[in-house]
C-alpha cells in the first residue's frame, strides 16, 4: 500500500465514487416537469446545474409567468437509462453519443439536441508504475466501461496515434466505479473512463493520470443531450428552452471558479449526484480544463468523425446519417440562459 494513503482514506474514495451508481435513484416527479436522466458523473454536470438554475428563476417570478421546469432522475447506469428512454417513461437524458446514434438507426424516435460536455476522460495507471508512455501499456490489461462508452473509442484513437492495435492490449469491460478498486488490487494495469472514476484514485493518492482528452482529443463528445421524438413535435418551445438552460449552464461552469465550486456544492446533494464533493471538487480543479462546458456547439463534422470511430470498433454496424440521429435546430437558434445562482 502507497504510504501516501492509509486504508480508510483508500476505502473512503472508493466508496464517494461508488456507491452513487450502486443504486437507482429516482425521486417522485413534480407535476408538470419535465424529467431529464442522467448518471451522477461530471460530464452530465450541466444537467443539474440547468434544474436548479431554472428553479430560482421561476421562483423569482409571479406564478402565472413562470414556464418550464425540469428535474433531474439519477439512474444507476447507462442500460437502464437507455431502456427508460426507449420505454418512453422518460423523454430526455444524457446519453452516450455512439449509444443515441444506435438506437436512432434501430428506428427509436430519439434525437440528440446539444452537447453536455467536452472532455473529461482519463487513461489511469498506478502511481508507483513505471509507465511513461502510451506504447508501454501494450500486453498490459486495460479496463474500459463497454464498447458503447466513447472512452473505448479514446482508447483506441491512443492506440493509432502509436502505430499499435487493439489486440496490443488485454481489454477487460468493467464498471467504471470497480476500475479505481482494480487498479489498487493490480487487477488491471490501466483503466479508461470518466470522471470522477479517475479523480477517485488520483486523489486518494495511488493512481496518476497517464494520458486525458483535454491533450490528446480536445474535442473529444461524449454525453449528449438526447430527446424523444414526440417531445420535439409536441412541444418543441419546451426543447428549445431546456437546450437554452444547458447552454448557458455550460457557458456558466466555464466563466471562474466560483461558479465551480457553488456546481460542486449542487452537485454532491442528495437530489443529485450524492457524492463526496471533495472527489467532485478535484476533477474541477486538477486541472481546472479536465471538463469543459463552455463551447458545446454542434459541429456536423466532428459528429460523424465519432461515428465513423464506432462503425470502425464495431460499436455500429454501419454508418449512420447525421440527420437520422440529430436535431440541430435548436442549437442553431438557441439563446443561453442567463444563469445566476
Known amino acids: 500500500m502507497p504510504s501516501s494513503i492509509s486504508r480508510?482514506?483508500?476505502?473512503?474514495?472508493?466508496?464517494?465514487?461508488?456507491l452513487p451508481l450502486g443504486t437507482f435513484s429516482c425521486s417522485k416527479a413534480k407535476p408538470d416537469a419535465l424529467v431529464v436522466g442522467g448518471l451522477p458523473v461530471t460530464c452530465n454536470l450541466t444537467l443539474p446545474v440547468a434544474c436548479v438554475a431554472k428553479d430560482a428563476s421561476n421562483k423569482s417570478l409571479p406564478a402565472g409567468a413562470r414556464k418550464f421546469e425540469y428535474q433531474y432522475s439519477k439512474y444507476s447506469g447507462w442500460p437502464e437509462l437507455k431502456e427508460s428512454l426507449m420505454a418512453g417513461r422518460i423523454?430526455?437524458?444524457?446519453?452516450?453519443?455512439?449509444?443515441?446514434?444506435?438506437?436512432?438507426?434501430?428506428g427509436i424516435p430519439l434525437k440528440i439536441v446539444s452537447l453536455g460536455h467536452r472532455s473529461g476522460a482519463v487513461i489511469m495507471v498506478r502511481t508507483d508504475s513505471s509507465y511513461q508512455h502510451f506504447r508501454e501499456l501494450a500486453g498490459k490489461r486495460v479496463a474500459v466501461p463497454s464498447r458503447f462508452a466513447v472512452d473505448f473509442l479514446f482508447l483506441r484513437r491512443m492506440l493509432m496515434q502509436e502505430n499499435m492495435d487493439i489486440k496490443d492490449v488485454q481489454i477487460v469491460e468493467m464498471a467504471p466505479p470497480d476500475m479505481p478498486a482494480a487498479l489498487y488490487a493490480n487487477a488491471v494495469d490501466a483503466?479508461?473512463?470518466?470522471?470522477?472514476?479517475?479523480?477517485?484514485?488520483?486523489?486518494?493518492?495511488?493512481?496518476?493520470?497517464?494520458?486525458?482528452?483535454?491533450?490528446?482529443?480536445?474535442?473529444y463528445i461524449c454525453c449528449v443531450l438526447t430527446v424523444r421524438g414526440e417531445l420535439i413535435n409536441e412541444n418543441p418551445q419546451m426543447v428549445q428552452d431546456l437546450v437554452n438552460q444547458i447552454l448557458g449552464a455550460g457557458a456558466w461552469l466555464d466563466q471562474e471558479p466560483a461558479n465551480r465550486e457553488k456546481a460542486v456544492q449542487i452537485a454532491a446533494g442528495p437530489g443529485y449526484f450524492n457524492q463526496d464533493p471533495k472527489i467532485i471538487r478535484f476533477v474541477m480543479q486538477n486541472p481546472s480544463d479536465r471538463v469543459t462546458y463552455g463551447d458545446l456547439r454542434m459541429i456536423r463534422s466532428e459528429f460523424e468523425d465519432l461515428m465513423h470511430m464506432s462503425v470502425a470498433a464495431g460499436t455500429l454496424k454501419h454508418e449512420v446519417a447525421y440527420e437520422k440521429y440529430v436535431d440541430e435546430q435548436f442549437a442553431r437558434i438557441s439563446q443561453p440562459a442567463s444563469i445566476t445562482l
Open 8 to 18: 480508510r482514506q483508500l476505502l473512503q474514495s472508493l466508496s464517494a465514487a461508488a
Open 91 to 106: 423523454q430526455a437524458a444524457y446519453l452516450l453519443a455512439p449509444l443515441a446514434m444506435d438506437l436512432a438507426d434501430k
Open 191 to 219: 483503466y479508461c473512463t470518466g470522471e470522477p472514476f479517475g479523480a477517485a484514485a488520483q486523489s486518494a493518492g495511488y493512481a496518476r493520470p497517464l494520458r486525458m482528452t483535454r491533450d490528446e482529443w480536445p474535442k
